[in-house]
């Protein structure tokens, strides 16, 4: 079946706009999980949300970021006045509720000039 | 100190050679462990889960020493196609909710 999927694969913006990033998760994983992972670097947490529970919100970095899901689907990551700091690759993963394993978007690669 | 701890690399082994990785976690209520593979800018991806009892799967076997806190993950007669890094994952203690990466050891093997 369809895989989690992530859009845009790429995204150039300039300094200071804002950017919407898009996550489609497999269909019936009720978990979901936003993770920004700068070059060479290890995979850095930012949300989580699962069900109708409140979003576990620790990861966000600055009040800059902020994502929202729509029921158990889509889920949208925004991060305002975009700064150079924010380049990296933003990937989206799924999971069925309970489970460990997490299924991975291709991400979404963000370029801030 | 980082959650989970792994040796960042690389490894350069030659084709064949049997290859070990360790990972060390600081949360001793940690529940579930897994190893994941990402390939150079790809997303990663599943490899194995660690159960208590150690498991293997092919050529690969992980262990787990929940005393000492650390996983390990040993690859047998390496192939080309292994070369990629290797993260160490753990849950948060308590649940499922969230799991905790490592940096990732990277692998390079060999002709």
């Known amino acids: 079946g369809a895989g989690v999927s992530q859009s845009p694969s790429n995204k150039v913006t300039e300094k200071g706009k804002d950017v919407e990033l898009r996550c489609d998760p497999i269909s019936g994983h009720t978990a979901l999980y936003w993770y920004r992972q700068r070059l060479g670097q290890g995979l850095e947490f930012l949300i989580y949300?699962?069900?109708?529970?409140?979003?576990?919100k620790s990861g966000l970095p600055s009040d800059r970021f902020s994502a929202e899901r729509t029921g158990e689907s889509v889920s949208t990551l925004t991060i305002q006045r975009t700064q150079q700091e924010d380049s990296a690759v933003y990937l989206c993963?799924?999971?069925?509720?309970?489970?460990?394993?997490?299924?991975f978007g291709p991400g979404t690669r963000l370029t801030v000039t | 100190r980082k959650e989970v701890e792994q040796d960042p690399g690389p490894f350069n082994v030659p084709e064949g050679a049997t290859v070990a990785f360790n990972c060390t976690y600081s949360?001793?209520?940690?529940?579930?462990f897994f190893w994941y593979r990402q390939d150079c800018r790809k997303e990663p991806k599943l490899l194995m889960s660690?159960?208590?009892s150690g498991n293997e799967d092919g050529r690969f076997t992980a262990q787990l020493n929940r005393a000492s806190q650390y996983i390990s993950l040993l690859i047998r007669d390496s192939k080309l196609s292994d070369s990629a890094t290797y993260l160490c994952?753990?849950?948060?203690?308590?649940?499922?909710?969230?799991?905790?990466f490592g940096a990732g050891t990277r692998l390079a093997v060999h002709p």
């Open positions: 993963a799924s999971s069925e509720a309970g489970r460990g394993e997490q299924y």
């Open positions: 949300f699962q069900g109708n529970s409140a979003p576990d």
């Open positions: 994952v753990v849950t948060t203690a308590g649940g499922y909710n969230k799991l905790i």
């Open positions: 949360n001793s209520a940690s529940q579930s």
């Open positions: 660690v159960y208590s």
